[in-house]
């Protein structure tokens, strides 16, 4: 079965410069969900997106920024990448909300280092 | 806001006895409640969830957990342990009265499990 694809896996940046993190949810998902992982933490919302507008935002920084395209997949803007930035990003879809099969399905992630 | 305590950083279960992994939740509605599992340098992987209906929910791998709503609790248990079950375990809620998408994690649990 497919499952939700994030490109690219691994990052290696240095400070100041940007970052574009893909999503490619599972196909008839609607919802996409960005998440952050420092090393030995939680996983952190940052932000959420449904039918392409966006529907929840959480301890998103500025200079990032999220869109979800036509075809439903997304993309996570960073910018102005600082260490504390260097962390797993998970994207997550699920399918409608409120529907008995609701539940997240993650990807893989991408590991960003910024150095 | 939603929240999620699981009080122990890490639980030792020696293979063959039942485990515990305890998570209490707070939300200003009813919560959707959900166990994810995380595996090194994985993303998160769906074991089970709550929404309505027996307290007693099952899921993947054998696991289970059980809804108390005076207790605000949701841990999850196995009847008997597996070294292959040992990984970092995440209680995970999203408040329905908010009708927020953002589905909020503890910070997880480690678990070993003993041969």
């Known amino acids: 079965a497919a499952g939700v694809i994030q490109s690219p896996r691994h990052l290696i940046k240095e400070k100041r410069e940007t970052a574009t993190l893909k999503c490619y949810p599972i196909?008839?998902?609607?919802?996409v969900y960005w998440y952050q992982q420092g090393p030995g933490q939680d996983p952190q919302f940052l932000i959420s997106f449904y039918e392409k507008m966006q529907s929840d935002k959480g301890s998103i920084p500025d200079r990032f920024s999220a869109q979800q395209f036509s075809d439903y997949h997304s993309e996570l803007n960073m910018s102005s990448l600082e260490l504390g930035d260097s962390a797993l990003y998970f994207c997550?879809?699920?399918?409608?909300?409120?529907?008995?099969?609701?539940?997240?399905?993650f990807g893989s992630g991408t590991q960003l280092s910024v150095l | 806001a939603q929240s999620v305590a699981q009080p122990e950083d890490q639980v030792n279960v020696a293979e063959g006895n039942p485990l515990t992994v305890k998570c209490t939740y707070s939300v200003s509605g009813n919560p959707y409640l959900f166990w994810y599992v995380q595996y090194p340098n994985r993303g998160l992987q769906f074991l089970l969830k709550y929404i309505t209906g027996d307290n007693l929910v099952k899921g993947s791998y054998g696991f289970e957990a059980e809804f108390n709503k005076s207790q605000t609790s949701f841990h999850l248990k196995k009847p008997s342990a597996l070294v292959s079950d040992s990984a970092l375990y995440f209680c995970a809620v999203r408040d329905l009265w908010n009708r927020d998408d953002k589905i909020i994690f503890g910070k997880g649990t480690r678990l070993h499990i003993l041969p």
């Open positions: 997550a879809s699920s399918p409608r909300r409120g529907e008995p099969n609701e539940k997240l399905f």
């Open positions: 196909p008839r998902h609607d919802t």
